[in-house]
T-cell receptor, first 115, second 113 residues
Framework: DAGVIQSPRHEVTEMGQEVTLRCKPISGHNSLFWYRQTMMRGLELLIYFNNNVPIDDSGMPEDRFSAKMPNASFSTLKIQPSEPRDSAVYFC?????????????FGPGTRLTVL | QKEVEQDPGPLSVPEGAIVSLNCTYSNSAFQYFMWYRQYSRKGPELLMYTYSSGNKEDGRFTAQVDKSSKYISLFIRDSQPSDSATYLCAMSESNFGNEKLTFGTGTRLTIIP
């Protein structure tokens, strides 16, 4: 299995630009999670989906952030407009919800730098 | 105050030493307690998990949970250079595959050959 795939791996953009991060979960998994990792705040959950439906978006920092999951094999996290404080590593993770105590499998992350 | 507190380190120990990593938490509803290992420039991967209080051993790794003190620990015996990574504790109230995880900030560990 290829694991969780994220693209791009690195993104450098200027303040005010739109940024779109992409995630392909592990085939057959039905839960998908977006996390953000910074030195100061650690790893924080932004939003998660079950069967393509957003379940909890309470971690989304503000209206500039939006996430979609149009089908079981693809999700996007969009930031518009981007700001320097959005600079972080963004991780996508997926899991199979029917299995109790199954783990969340993380992708390699997208390192975002907003200048 | 954060729900989960973890000493960020960094922690450096010689090869073969016993390593102790710890987290404290404030939410008494947490039932699942996990340790993730994250190598540089990689995503976290689950190392081991414990349900409720008690100990769990897996090879050189032992996880302990003391719910009465809201304190969890990870012990690494006979530490190896390959154990050098950032270790993140995480917790959830229920089935953690399908549940919000609350992470500590991570402890960066270096094993010196």
């Amino acid at each position: 299995d290829a694991g969780v795939i994220q693209s791009p791996r690195h993104e450098v953009t200027e303040m005010g630009q739109e940024v779109t991060l992409r995630c392909k979960p592990i085939s057959g998994h039905n839960s998908l999670f977006w996390y953000r990792q910074t030195m100061m705040r650690g790893l924080e959950l932004l939003i998660y989906f079950n069967n393509n439906v957003p379940i909890d978006d309470s971690g989304m920092p503000e209206d500039r952030f939006s996430a979609k999951m149009p089908n079981a094999s693809f999700s996007t996290l969009k930031i518009q407009p981007s700001e320097p404080r959005d600079s972080a590593v963004y991780f996508c993770a997926s899991s199979l919800v029917e299995r109790d105590s199954d783990t969340q499998y993380f992708g390699p992350g997208t390192r975002l730098t907003v200048l | 105050q954060k729900e989960v507190e973890q000493d960020p380190g960094p922690l450096s120990v010689p090869e073969g030493a016993i390593v102790s990593l710890n987290c404290t938490y404030s939410n008494s509803a947490f039932q699942y307690f996990m340790w993730y290992r994250q190598y540089s420039r990689k995503g976290p991967e689950l190392l081991m998990y414990t349900y409720s209080s008690g100990n769990k051993e897996d090879g050189r790794f032992t996880a302990q949970v003391d719910k009465s003190s809201k304190y969890i620990s990870l012990f690494i015996r006979d530490s190896q250079p390959s154990d050098s990574a950032t270790y993140l504790c995480a917790m959830s109230e229920s089935n953690f595959g399908n549940e919000k995880l609350t992470f500590g900030t991570g402890t960066r560990l270096t094993i010196i050959p």
